[in-house]
């Protein structure tokens, strides 16, 4: 739901689009890549890059990855990092999409990293995106010049919502869950941050929930 | 060679050493991971991780990656970033290492880079690694403490070379050349430089090649 929102967003600030997708051997990763497909489809994105980085899968240490340690329920008011950490996961999506960016000449990278009303996750910080911005800089070309665009990292969910009702992004062809692709579990992380977003929101999720409370 | 003897102050420096392999659509990729097998054999290093990131061959933008761009005759004093650079190409090595160095439970990541008497790549600057150190900081678990060690970056290829000669590192298991994988083609920036290294410390190159100048 953050990049579809984030893709809605690049659409409307930028000329010209190219949308990148990473598997990374996540458990819901044939879904997840469905719906990057028909989601690029509805906005008509021509110029794609489905990448797969399954080696994240072979290292492991989380939930997402590693089918022996169980995808825990919601704890909304945990404070530690949950299991679904993909150790250091968003620093390859950014590589992968600035060597891209370099070798096509695109100056901006937008992620839906979302900081607050998240998972805890220390890969969605801003300084983590600020340090990356440092990184592109001493790493590529001189004449390279790509920052990452955060739209939606300070923004809560129930207002990633709205703004992507707002501009009309087909949420209802996105996909949060992490355990199951065809009915939502409703009782992850994934699903609960999003379900109490549409309803701090007011507005009915449109995709199917095996439960939602 | 500057992974060889990188890993060989390693070796030397660490009680426990894993060993990462990465691939990426390059010319010599089954030639390099030939001498990562031998070379962490000659280590006896059990704990190895061989990793494909095709995706930037798929990418290009590199004549090490891309058929149609021809690796270049070596112009060691040109200034220029030569077309053998892939783009951002060492972030995709370094995230590998972290994610894995998180995991495992590992607290250094060496890497071979060498700053002055080499191609140019901007990835491959004490900063870059310097700004990278920042980034595992802001973008891991607290608990995590990674750095990374870069024990070659300042020094000549000449140096390197007696370095390797000095710890006993199979420089003989090594490959370098960007376009050969079985008799070093002497002419490339990667052989050129590594020929003015072993000619600078007055020693004789052991790998095969078809011209030595």
């Not at 990448?51 to 008011?77: F, M, N, P």
Request: with cysteine.
């Amino acid at each position: 739901m953050d990049s579809c929102v984030t893709a809605a967003i690049a659409v409307q600030e930028c000329d010209e689009i190219a949308a990148l997708h990473v598997s990374y051997g996540q458990r819901t990763e044939a879904r997840e890549l469905q719906a990057f497909e028909q989601i690029t489809d509805f906005y008509r994105i021509e110029r794609r890059l489905a990448t797969d980085i399954s080696h994240l899968a072979q290292i492991g240490g989380s939930s997402l990855t590693d089918s022996r340690i169980e995808v825990s329920k919601a704890d909304l008011e945990m404070k530690e990092i949950p299991t679904s950490y993909v150790p250091f996961r968003n620093a390859h999506l950014l590589s992968i999409a600035v060597s891209w960016a370099e070798v096509i000449e695109f100056n901006r990278i937008y992620i839906g990293a979302v900081e607050e009303d998240s998972s805890g996750y220390p890969d969605c910080r801003p300084e983590f995106y600020e340090v990356f911005n440092r990184l592109i800089e001493v790493g590529t070309k001189p004449e390279t010049q790509i920052r990452i665009v955060t739209p939606v990292i300070h923004l809560k969910k129930s207002e990633i919502v709205l703004r992507g009702v707002e501009l009309g992004a087909p949420l209802h062809l996105s996909w949060s869950c992490y355990r199951e692709t065809e009915i939502a579990c409703g009782d992850c992380d994934s699903c609960a941050l999003r379900l109490r977003g549409f309803q701090q929101a007011g507005l009915i999720d449109p995709i199917p929930y095996k439960k939602r409370e």
